[in-house]
């Protein structure tokens, strides 16, 4: 009996043996997609003022309620299994690869190289390049050698601009990039940075240079609104510490931009100021919420311009609008002086016409800021490798259904790109994101959960004059428990955990930026406003694993749709390795011919 016994452990022992052999080697089951088309109907007009009202109505806001919360994923959300302890802030050990010496060399080279105008083999259109584009943008350096050559004065680039501006303004369709400016105060700048130049005293390359601001940050003499009329209604006592890096190095500040009210929305659309229009085609979106800073940039009226990106709002306008968008690192650019309208989520960043000039206000506003604790703890700033066009030994991954869920135009572009990519030596990897719909809702909880209660904090918001639209999101923002705002935080964690992993492999994800391009503007939007899921959902397909994850991304122009509106692609990468998005990015300009909008403006002479 005994010998028997022995023989079953041996042979039980055996096979354990034998399946710890064969695991790795066994189908292991891939994560579900399952992220999905929203089809809820728009809303506008008397139709939203109706569903404001029921939803305000006891009884009757009992039984819609859990409808339109069922309809958004809410409860996947609360099903959802999660072993991870709650993260509240995506805070990233200070890693990196390369030493302070060498980042700070880095930064000064490239500088220098902008300054001296220099263009390097990716910049270069002519036998080096694959495609021409139709038009060139002008860029900060542009602008500075202009001054010192004598060929015009920031005094001079100042009056086209208030001219343009007027123009605008006054015109049938207008644009509305900007939500406040004023004269006296941008004529004194560029007087300044006038005998600056006269003196031989220029501040470097950004002196002289206009640069707009997303009416989410601080800026002097003008009060900070956030696309409301009530937010603030006295100027700050000091300019947002972006702000003050970029004034402080005689860059024009021409005014604040406008934006979608109070963030809460990816489109543009704002009922009190007018909707900004994308330059592309005036009866389209631009996207948002930066809306105004991304118009103001693919017209020419500035080649760079501040947003705030809290769930796409740098990426997806920048997308739409054809222009560029960096989404740094949570806590690598200081928000001191913004808006509380997502402490976890959003952070300051530029949107301009080109990559370099993307790289080039990164280096001014990343840093550490005495202001704000979490910029304390991070790498040191680098370009490391920006005109390096040898993508050998670079993995990009991508993971196939995610990045599929777009239009034809949009996926045959962003492929096409990836294949530029993969000619100059990168290499392309599958890769599983799972769980993309809880992420979705996670970091919906958390971003409308910031908002309300930041509201809370200062105003009745439910007795304030705020957009139909916005009214009917903080409604539904009521109903999200602690238990829910929890939940998001563990989903948080997990994400970031899973993504580090992903990373080890990899080093950045690709995507397109969004699902679509800009969607037409409904006539009947512009007054009363609309409540339109579908869309937003579109929008935003690609951005909020980003935002809750902390990492940076990166939009840029990789191609144009039937209609000839704009495509990005969207790169994510480490924490902290801007440097390898931005030169990817930079790369994909020799491989894109730029279509100039249908409303473009220079301030240069020709």
Wanted: some cysteine; overall charge positive; hydrophobic content about 40%.
């Amino acid at each position: 009996m005994e010998n028997k016994d022995s023989k079953i452990r041996m042979i039980s022992s055996g096979a354990k043996r034998l399946l710890l052999f064969l695991w790795p080697f066994a189908k292991k089951e891939k994560p579900v997609y399952n992220l999905k088309s929203i089809r809820i109907p728009r809303t506008s007009g008397r139709a939203l003022k109706i569903l404001l009202f029921l939803l305000r109505t006891p009884g009757v806001r009992l039984l819609l309620l859990p409808l339109l919360l069922r309809q958004a994923g809410l409860p996947r959300l609360r099903k959802c299994h999660v072993e991870d302890a709650p993260v509240m802030h995506p805070v990233h050990p200070a890693d990196s690869k390369i030493t302070l010496a060498a980042a700070k060399k880095s930064i000064k080279q490239f500088i220098v190289s902008a300054e001296q105008n220099r263009e390097s083999a990716t910049d270069k259109k002519g036998a080096n390049s694959e495609k021409q584009s139709l038009f060139q943008p002008e860029t900060a350096s542009d602008f500075h050698r202009a001054y010192l050559e004598g060929k015009t004065t920031p005094v001079d680039v100042a009056m086209r601009l208030l001219d343009i501006i007027r123009s605008i303004e006054g015109s049938a369709v207008p644009l509305l990039p900007f939500m406040a400016w004023e004269e006296r105060e941008l004529m004194q700048q560029a007087k300044s940075s006038a005998e600056r130049y006269e003196r031989g005293e220029s501040l470097g390359i950004l002196d002289g240079v206009p640069v707009a601001v997303k009416d989410e940050l601080d800026m002097l003499p003008f009060p900070t609104m956030v696309g409301t009329k009530f937010y603030n209604t006295q100027p700050p006592a000091e300019d947002a510490t972006t702000v003050e890096r970029l004034r402080s190095a005689g860059a024009l500040m021409v005014g604040k931009t406008n934006m979608h009210e109070i963030g809460l929305g990816v489109t543009g659309l704002n009922t009190h100021y007018g909707t900004t229009r994308n330059p592309y085609h005036l009866d389209h979106y631009p996207g948002g919420s930066s809306s105004g800073s991304a118009a103001a940039v693919a017209a020419g009226l500035c080649p760079i311009a501040l947003g705030l990106d809290g769930g796409g709002s740098i990426r997806i306008p920048a997308s739409l609008c054809g222009v560029v968008g960096l989404k740094t690192t949570w806590g690598r650019i200081s928000s001191a002086g913004s808006a509380p309208l997502s402490w976890s989520l959003s952070t300051v960043g530029p949107i301009t016409s080109t990559v370099r000039d993307t790289a080039l206000a990164y280096s001014f506003l990343a840093g550490p800021d005495p202001r704000q604790v979490w910029t304390q703890d991070q790498p040191s700033v680098d370009l490391q490798d920006f005109d390096n066009s040898d993508l050998t030994g670079v993995r990009l991954g991508v993971f196939l259904p995610w990045f599929n869920h777009a239009s034809v135009d949009i996926v045959q572009s962003c492929n096409q790109m990836l294949d530029s990519f993969k000619s100059l030596g990168a290499t392309v990897q599958e890769i599983d994101i799972p769980d993309l719909d809880e992420i979705r809702m996670a970091h919906a909880v958390s971003f409308v959960t910031e908002l309300l209660t930041s509201l809370k904090t200062n105003f009745k918001p439910f007795r304030q004059p705020l957009g139909l639209d916005a009214l009917v999101n903080l409604t539904l923002a009521q109903q999200f428990k602690g238990d829910d705002y929890v939940k998001a935080q563990r989903v948080r964690a997990q994400l970031i955990r899973k993504m580090s992993q992903i990373f080890q492999n990899v080093d950045a994800v690709v995507t397109p930026s969004t699902a679509r391009t800009a969607p037409p503007i409904p006539p009947d939007a512009l007054k009363k406003g609309e409540s339109d899921l579908s869309t937003l959902t579109e929008l935003m397909r690609y951005a909020p694993q980003a935002n809750l994850g902390g990492f940076p991304a990166i939009s840029f122009p990789v191609g144009y749709d039937a209609q000839g509106l704009p495509v990005g692609m969207q790169l994510m990468g480490r924490p902290w390795e801007e440097s390898l998005l931005l030169r990817l990015a930079n790369t994909s300009e020799r491989f894109f011919a730029r279509h100039p909008p249908m409303m473009r403006f220079s301030l240069l002479p020709n």
